[in-house]
């Protein structure tokens, strides 16, 4: 039995398949050394070697130079990569090198370190979600049945073990039972949400919210990890970002008809094209630092229209993002409502190395933007500006302006110790015939975006799941 959980009041439009239907869309395996880090921890065969045969599997990489050994073809998921995608990109990518950073040709073959053009999860320029990739080839089986508007409200335990789970839909409560197993997969922060809600987690949180405590298991809502970003804007000298397509439309008309007859042009992206992972200084075991272009501009990373703070003038951003922040969260029950969102603290900048990394990230930035490659491009800084300039003044605007990726991962953590909510099967503690498969059993956050890493993880949870059963 597989548990998602969508709430039956939201006021969105339904959508299937997670972040993959709605996210960034970028194809990132992740750092080979903090898999490698989790198995060193405990977690035996959740190293980078363990998993890059998932890796292999989920993916559809149709490009001839690619590796063999460590790339895929076939798979459900599309992989395009952007390669000399337009002038902006081509001078971010040319700025990176000069800065000092070593460009690869194919980041996700183990590599990782170094300046791209970013990989996305697409085929012929369209989203290759786990919703077109896995389910929808799946719908017609007679083992499946997909319940939409219904909200899961526990997981039934009797004698410690998962028998089943009850859910809400259409304002009536319902019960199914399981055979062999539950399985969680509603992400991490309705995971361990749905965890607390049947009664396993922390007893003291679970006994004030009136919760029965099925298990004690303090662990559950601990470990809430993300990736703060911040960012530095800039006016372009030329009318070659996403800000000049949006304030014309010729300039839409032009870029659909890129789309609709050669499947290219911005309309095949989520407004990212070239990265940099890099070390921010020499003495760090692996790369600490993203610095991300984006050819968009605006007050945040939600400016889309003027009306949303679009900077009215050609523009671009560097996104700066600190890959391991050692600021670390929580995520609890608020009340025995299913339908209450719990309480979030990412506490993001509660450590002091956090907030110096950013300072360090975004000095690095302005000597990106320096360089002979970039720098005719740029008219001026318009965020947070060159008036800006001391660590004061710095960490001020970080303050300020810091904002979530969507990244969030670790709160069903898996590992061996005391804090520990899934062991390396992904069992959870304590209560037999239930397991977690989602991006909360993630010790650490293994990239810079948690997409792909999501899909390995459900591709050996399912061959978990098969081992057992047989």
Same mark, same amino acid.
């Given at each position: 039995?597989?548990?998602?959980?969508?709430?039956?009041? +939201?006021?969105?439009?339904?959508?299937?398949?997670?972040?993959?239907?709605?996210?960034?869309?970028?194809?990132?395996?992740?750092?080979?050394?903090?898999?490698?880090?989790?198995?060193?921890?405990?977690?035996?065969?959740?190293?980078?070697?363990?998993?890059?045969?998932?890796?292999?599997?989920?993916?559809?990489?149709?490009?001839?130079?690619?590796?063999?050994?460590?790339?895929?073809?076939?798979?459900?998921?599309?992989?395009?990569?952007?390669?000399?995608?337009?002038?902006?990109?081509?001078?971010?990518?040319?700025?990176?090198?000069?800065?000092?950073?070593?460009?690869?040709?194919?980041?996700?073959?183990?590599?990782?370190?170094?300046?791209?053009?970013?990989?996305?999860?697409?085929?012929?320029?369209?989203?290759?979600?786990?919703?077109?990739?896995?389910?929808?080839?799946?719908?017609?089986?007679?083992?499946?049945?997909?319940?939409?508007?219904?909200?899961?409200?526990?997981?039934?335990?009797?004698?410690?073990?998962?028998?089943?789970?009850?859910?809400?839909?259409?304002?009536?409560?319902?019960?199914?039972?399981?055979?062999?197993?539950?399985?969680?997969?509603?992400?991490?922060?309705?995971?361990?949400?749905?965890?607390?809600?049947?009664?396993?987690?922390? #007893?003291?949180?679970?006994?004030?919210?009136?919760?029965?405590?099925?298990?004690?298991?303090?662990?559950?809502?601990?470990?809430?990890?993300?990736?703060?970003?911040?960012?530095?804007?800039?006016?372009?000298?030329?009318?070659?970002?996403?800000?000049?397509?949006?304030?014309?439309?010729?300039?839409?008309?032009?870029?659909?008809?890129?789309?609709?007859?050669?499947?290219?042009?911005?309309?095949?992206?989520?407004?990212?094209?070239?990265?940099?992972?890099?070390?921010?200084?020499?003495?760090?075991?692996?790369?600490?630092?993203?610095?991300?272009?984006?050819?968009?501009?605006?007050?945040?990373?939600?400016?889309?229209? +003027?009306?949303?703070?679009?900077?009215?003038?050609?523009?671009?951003?560097?996104?700066?993002?600190?890959?391991?922040?050692?600021?670390?969260?929580?995520?609890?029950?608020?009340?025995?409502?299913?339908?209450?969102? +719990?309480?979030?603290?990412?506490?993001?900048?509660?450590?002091?190395?956090?907030?110096?990394?950013?300072?360090?990230?975004?000095?690095?930035?302005?000597?990106?933007?320096?360089?002979?490659?970039?720098?005719?491009?740029?008219?001026?800084?318009?965020?947070?500006?060159?008036?800006?300039?001391?660590? +004061?003044?710095?960490?001020?605007?970080?303050?300020?302006?810091?904002?979530?990726?969507?990244?969030?991962?670790?709160?069903?953590?898996? #590992?061996?110790?005391?804090?520990?909510?899934?062991?390396?099967?992904?069992?959870?503690?304590?209560?037999?015939?239930?397991?977690?498969?989602?991006?909360?059993?993630?010790?650490?956050?293994?990239?810079?975006?948690?997409?792909?890493?999501?899909?390995?993880?459900?591709?050996?949870?399912?061959?978990?799941?098969?081992?057992?059963?047989?």
């Amino acid at each position: 039995m597989y548990v998602s959980s969508v709430p039956e009041n +939201a006021e969105f439009d339904f959508v299937i398949g997670g972040c993959g239907s709605i996210n960034g869309n970028l194809f990132v395996r992740g750092d080979p050394a903090e898999y490698d880090s989790w198995r060193a921890q405990g977690c035996r065969g959740w190293g980078y070697s363990d998993l890059l045969p998932y890796f292999r599997r989920l993916e559809d990489y149709p490009y001839p130079d690619g590796d063999p050994a460590v790339r895929g073809r076939g798979g459900p998921i599309g992989v395009t990569r952007l390669d000399r995608f337009d002038e902006l990109a081509d001078a971010f990518v040319a700025a990176c090198e000069e800065t000092g950073f070593r460009q690869l040709a194919d980041y996700n073959d183990g590599s990782y370190e170094g300046t791209f053009y970013l990989q996305y999860s697409t085929r012929n320029g369209l989203r290759s979600s786990s919703s077109i990739a896995y389910l929808r080839p799946a719908q017609k089986r007679p083992n499946l049945a997909v319940l939409t508007h219904a909200t899961v409200t526990r997981v039934l335990i009797e004698d410690k073990r998962a028998t089943g789970v009850e859910f809400s839909v259409g304002g009536a409560l319902r019960q199914v039972r399981a055979r062999r197993e539950v399985v969680l997969s509603a992400g991490p922060l309705q995971s361990p949400k749905l965890l607390e809600l049947s009664g396993v987690g922390n #007893g003291e949180i679970l006994q004030k919210h009136g919760v029965s405590v099925m298990h004690h298991l303090p662990g559950v809502g601990e470990n809430l990890r993300d990736h703060p970003n911040v960012r530095l804007t800039f006016e372009c000298a030329k009318p070659i970002t996403i800000n000049d397509v949006l304030r014309s439309p010729w300039l839409k008309v032009k870029e659909g008809l890129r789309f609709l007859l050669k499947r290219e042009g911005l309309l095949t992206i989520c407004s990212a094209t070239a990265q940099t992972n890099l070390r921010s200084h020499p003495g760090a075991r692996q790369p600490d630092l993203v610095l991300r272009l984006l050819p968009v501009s605006g007050k945040d990373r939600y400016a889309r229209t +003027a009306r949303y703070g679009l900077d009215p003038f050609p523009g671009f951003t560097f996104g700066v993002t600190i890959l391991q922040p050692r600021s670390v969260g929580s995520l609890h029950l608020k009340s025995r409502d299913p339908l209450e969102q +719990a309480s979030m603290d990412p506490r993001y900048l509660a450590h002091e190395a956090d907030a110096q990394l950013f300072i360090e990230g975004m000095r690095l930035a302005r000597r990106v933007a320096q360089t002979p490659a970039l720098k005719s491009l740029i008219v001026r800084e318009t965020r947070p500006g060159r008036e800006t300039r001391d660590d +004061a003044a710095l960490l001020d605007y970080i303050r300020e302006t810091v904002q979530t990726s969507w990244h969030m991962v670790g709160t069903c953590k898996m #590992g061996v110790d005391s804090s520990a909510v899934v062991d390396p099967e992904l069992r959870v503690c304590g209560i037999a015939g239930l397991r977690v498969v989602d991006s909360s059993i993630c010790p650490t956050i293994p990239s810079s975006n948690t997409n792909v890493p999501s899909l390995a993880i459900g591709e050996k949870g399912a061959d978990l799941l098969l081992e057992a059963a047989r």
